[in-house]
């Protein structure tokens, strides 16, 4: 079955860039969609934006409003890894971030889940 | 946004109660809700997807239902391990928000 797993640095400095990646095993990266969601230190969980694997076309993306300027999405089919990029990263950034697939057919849901990262802004 | 109002946030049940989460949406959202457990160093799990339908895998126990725009899941039997964080998550419309949380203590 496919399993996620998300890697990247723990600790960055305010201003800098998270890059984040999310290593898919065990079922094709295309054809799919793909999701990353965050949740802070309060236990709040948000939707980061989502992006569509697509084998003949341009990808889709989806962003969160709020974050659409400072989060962007890619998808690399030859390693089998989506990627997210947060620029100019505060304190409010300090999460743990999960990826997830998500599931579509009448209706959507995110069924498949990594185990998630910490990430911690600070300086 | 959509906002999803969860209750309550806290829960303290014995092993064999049946419990039940409630997640109200700020405006109609037809049956676009999902819900998951969240465990310390686990993948998140779905357990519940278009409001009523049980994930692949998970158990019977497990039940969600609608009215109007409120939504609840229910757990019977309560097990030791059901101890965990309970998120309601409305795929209507962007951004695709989460309720805050249900944290269930099983006595």
């Known amino acids: 079955q496919v399993q996620l797993q998300e890697s990247g640095p723990g600790l960055l400095e305010p201003s800098e860039t998270l890059s984040l990646t999310c290593s898919v095993s065990?079922?094709?990266?295309?054809?799919?969609?793909w999701t990353w969601i965050r949740q802070s230190p309060g236990k709040d969980l948000e939707w980061l934006g989502s992006?569509?694997?697509?084998?003949?076309?341009?990808?889709?993306?989806d962003h969160n409003p709020s974050l659409r300027r400072r989060v962007s999405l890619s998808v690399d089919t030859t390693k089998s890894r989506i990627s997210l990029e947060v620029t100019s990263v505060t304190t409010a950034d300090t999460a743990v971030y999960f990826c997830?697939?998500?599931?579509?057919?009448?209706?959507?849901?995110?069924?498949?889940w990594g185990k998630g990262i910490s990430v911690t802004v600070s300086s | 946004d959509i906002q999803l109002t969860q209750s309550p946030s806290f829960l303290s049940a014995s092993v064999g109660d049946r419990i039940a989460i409630t997640c109200r949406a700020s405006q109609g959202i037809l049956y676009h809700l999902a819900w998951y457990r969240l465990k310390p160093g686990e993948a998140p799990r779905l357990l519940i997807r278009a409001a009523s339908t049980l994930q692949s895998g998970v158990p019977s126990r497990f039940s969600g239902s609608k009215s109007g725009t409120e939504f609840t899941l229910t757990i019977n039997s309560l097990l030791p391990e059901d101890s965990a964080t309970y998120y309601c998550q409305q795929l209507h419309g962007n951004p695709y928000t989460f309720g805050k949380g249900t944290r269930l203590e099983i006595k």
């Open positions: 065990g079922g094709s990266i295309t054809s799919a969609y």
């Open positions: 997830a697939r998500e599931g579509r057919n009448d209706y959507r849901y995110l069924d498949v």
């Open positions: 992006i569509y694997s697509s084998l003949y076309y341009e990808n889709t993306i």
